[in-house]
């Protein structure tokens, strides 16, 4: 959970100015938070509502959506998904954008096993972005992060994403130069899951995911999202991240964490 707004915040100063290597400050003045981690964390807040009883999570996720969206309008929503946001009635409109797969990591947690997790991501996702590939690249992440979780090897974490979603058949070296501005599902969720595919440790899978390019907000969050499950998160980095943050957005993650993260150690 809070892998996604960690990734998010570093990459925030590099998605219209791409850089391509693994050498940079991973906090600047210029670094904050964006819609990446506003719908993480609706999403995490739209749980939290639920009370454990998921039936009628769609419509609960709908409305608690556009309401912590709509106090951040300029956060960096996508004109699709932001018309969403402020309609008085929402209704999915065929998107594949990564804005799908962003957010949905809080459902990993939320949930005791992968079917559960995945049927969440799929609730929370399809409100929007019904597309089949928008669903794949929700319910990839998700799984990633689930199986994570359960300290399930990085071995075994990318034969499940291989023979269920994606063929993952390049290296980050050989995409770093080529690779340019996307914000496809199909085309950014893979390119994520590499960067912790290649990754040593925490630190190590956000700068291999900002090196690429394009999204790199968004692939930060993709990224970290699946890194903090599996690594954890290192202190000095976790207290710098939550600087950048409103009291809002930290207690909503403080509750999300008391709830499904601590309780579970």
């Not at 956060?75 to 946001?85: D, H, I, P």
């Not at 950048?244 to 709830?259: G, H």
Request: charged share 20%.
């Amino acid at each position: 959970m809070i892998g996604a707004i960690i990734g998010d915040i570093i990459g925030s100063r590099f998605e219209r100015q791409n850089i391509k290597t693994k050498d940079f400050e991973l906090f600047h003045p210029r670094c904050r938070f964006t819609d990446d981690s506003v719908m993480s964390l609706a999403v995490a807040k739209s749980l939290l509502k639920c009370d454990n009883d998921y039936t009628n999570f769609n419509n609960i996720a709908i409305n608690t959506i556009q309401n912590i969206g709509r106090i951040y309008p300029n956060c960096g929503f996508g004109l699709g998904f932001y018309r969403w946001l402020v309609s008085e009635n929402p209704q999915p409109y065929g998107s594949f954008g990564n804005g799908a797969a962003m957010r949905v990591s809080p459902c990993a947690y939320a949930t005791k096993s992968l079917e559960d997790a995945l049927s969440l991501a799929q609730k929370v996702t399809i409100i929007s972005h019904n597309h089949i590939e928008g669903i794949k690249g929700a319910k990839s992440v998700t799984a990633a992060v689930f199986l994570a979780l359960q300290k399930d090897s990085m071995e075994n974490v990318k034969k499940h994403i291989m023979q269920n979603y994606y063929n993952i058949d390049f290296t980050l070296d050989e995409i770093r130069q080529s690779y340019n501005f996307n914000m496809s599902c199909q085309n950014s969720v893979p390119q994520a899951m590499q960067a912790f595919f290649e990754s040593n440790s925490f630190e190590d899978a956000i700068r291999n995911a900002i090196s690429i390019g394009r999204d790199s907000d968004t692939i930060g969050a993709i990224t970290s999202s699946i890194a903090a499950a599996y690594y954890g998160v290192p202190k000095d980095i976790r207290e710098t991240a939550l600087n950048y943050l409103d009291d809002r957005l930290k207690e909503i993650l403080a509750e999300f964490e008391r709830r499904f993260i601590n309780c579970n150690k």
